[in-house]
Each structure stands twice: as structure tokens, then as C-alpha cells.
């Protein structure tokens, strides 16, 4: 079984900054790829960033330019730092993580419980 719990939301005034973390842990061999989504209140879920295990990092159009997206395998942990935030970058984000486990034939796609980011002046 693996869990990934978020942290680092919280209230900023628009133009602020905050560093998501999301960590995993279990019964973990491998993490392939990081991947960064939110929804906001009434609004669907939206993917916002990717990292695969060689680094390589993609981006939604939301999140170019301002977010940047980061992982240390060492402790199976996703960054996501977040700059020049925006009202409408108000979301519950979630992280979510495809992990092969020691017990699992293939890799499968674990989900965090969100951590709330709020942006109002």
C-alpha cells in the first residue's frame, strides 16, 4: 500500500508564492512519473504539471511560465513551486504518482488528498 500526503497550501495575496510537497511512502521499488492536478470549486479537474523519473517535465497552459515542477527520488517527494499566483489559481491540488510496489505486477497510479491553495487579497 502506498500514501501521499500534500502539504504547503495555504492563503497568499495574488502575486505571492507557495511550494507544494507531496510525499509517498509504503511499500515503494519505483516511482515513474510526478504529476501535479487541482480543481476548483465547481469546476472539473485539471491537470497542471508532469515530471518523469529522468526529470523531464510538461506543463498545462494554466501553469507555464509561473509554476515549475520538481522531484527528489531520494525521498520520493513532488515540488511544485507555484509564483505569480493568480485569484483564479484557487484549487484544492492534488498530487498523484504511478509507483510500482514490491507486491503489484505493474505500476499503478496513487492519489494524495489534496491541500487547499487559496489566493484572495
Known amino acids: 500500500q502506498v500514501q501521499l500526503v500534500e502539504s504547503g497550501g495555504g492563503l497568499v495575496q495574488p502575486g505571492g508564492s507557495l511550494r507544494l510537497s507531496c510525499t509517498a511512502s509504503g511499500n515503494i521499488l519505483r516511482i515513474n512519473a510526478m504529476d501535479w492536478h487541482r480543481q476548483g470549486l465547481g469546476s472539473q479537474r485539471e491537470w497542471v504539471a508532469s515530471?518523469?523519473?529522468?526529470?523531464?517535465?510538461r506543463y498545462g497552459d494554466s501553469a507555464k511560465g509561473r509554476f515549475i515542477i520538481s522531484r527528489d527520488s531520494t525521498k520520493n517527494t513532488a515540488y511544485l513551486q507555484m509564483n505569480s499566483l493568480k485569484p483564479e489559481d484557487t484549487a484544492l491540488y492534488y498530487c498523484?504518482?504511478?509507483?510500482?510496489?514490491?507486491?503489484?505486477?505493474?505500476?499503478?497510479?496513487?492519489w494524495g488528498q489534496g491541500t487547499q491553495v487559496t489566493v484572495s487579497s
Open positions: 515530471t518523469t523519473s529522468s526529470g523531464i517535465t
Open positions: 498523484t504518482m504511478n509507483v510500482q510496489t514490491s507486491t503489484d505486477n505493474t505500476a499503478r497510479n496513487y
